[in-house]
């Protein structure tokens, strides 16, 4: 005698009928038909949640480093960047590397309002007057005299 095993409860029993019977008893199949409803609801509620799951998200574009570049529109300009680079550094490095004080900053402001920057890097002029950078026309200009 061939036995068959429900789908429900996975019992093996005794078909009492020649057609493929599914399940033990009609208990069993209509649990079976409850739960393969309720799974399809469940499975209707899941798709977009699986979905979801499965196409992952392409990864965000990685933030571009905008990197300004230094104007070249003028030489002066860029003169000016490291006159006030190494104003900064050297007042941000005193000697025993405390923090910077209300002092430094106010000199620091007063460095970067101050129109005429003296330029290290440019001779003396044989007269003996300094070559300054002007803040306000970008132009190196020679004046006797510190200012
Ligand atoms: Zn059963």
Known sequence: MKY????????????KRRRVQKYCSATCRSKAYHLRKSNQNKTADLTPITT????ALPPPPLPKTKIESISTAGIGNAAAG????????????PLDNK???KADFKLLSDKL???????????????????????????VVYMRGRV
Do not use: W
């Open 82 to 93: 490291s006159l006030l680079a190494d104003s900064i550094k050297s007042i941000f490095t």
């Open 99 to 101: 923090p910077a004080t």
């Open 52 to 55: 979801t799951m499965h196409t």
């Open 4 to 15: 068959y095993t429900c789908e429900y409860c996975f019992n093996e029993f005794e078909p």
């Open 113 to 139: 309002t101050k129109r005429y920057h003296l330029v290290k890097n440019i001779p003396t002029r044989q007269d003996g007057a300094l070559p300054y950078f002007d803040m306000e026309t970008g132009n």
